[in-house]
């Protein structure tokens, strides 16, 4: 079992920003992919951004060139970095780790709130 527990979420006005923290119970230094989720009111659970151990990044249309994920393996914590926030961005974000070893082993967060006041 994995536990991975997320900080940094928060009520935020619009273009400002917030720094998210997720930290696992296990080293992620193997290969694995870490990444954020996001589910508003309403609406199903979407990718926000993820980072492969290879260091392969895959963002959301929505969010490139605002939001900034990264990876820090000696912490086994993965950041996302998240400006210009929109009230749109408004939603729980969802850390996830997953890796494929003979089968997929997927791991989520208990996410925390994002809110992004006009």
């Known amino acids: 079992q994995v536990q991975l527990v997320e900080s940094g979420g928060g009520l935020v006005q619009a273009g400002g920003s917030l720094r998210l923290s997720c930290v696992a119970s296990?080293?992620?230094?193997?290969?694995?992919?870490m990444g954020w989720y996001r589910q508003a009111p309403g609406k199903q659970r979407e990718l926000v951004a993820d980072?492969?151990?290879?260091?392969?990044?895959t963002y959301a249309d929505s969010v490139k060139g605002r939001f900034s994920i990264s990876r820090d393996n000696t912490k086994n914590t993965v950041y996302l970095q998240m400006n210009s926030l929109k009230p749109e961005d408004t939603a729980v974000y969802y850390c996830?780790?997953?890796?494929?070893?003979?089968?997929?082993?997927?791991?989520w967060g208990q996410g925390t709130q994002v809110t992004v006041s006009s």
């Open positions: 980072i492969a151990s290879d260091g392969r990044i």
């Open positions: 296990r080293s992620i230094s193997t290969i694995n992919v």
């Open positions: 996830n780790l997953h890796w494929a070893l003979g089968r997929l082993y997927n791991y």
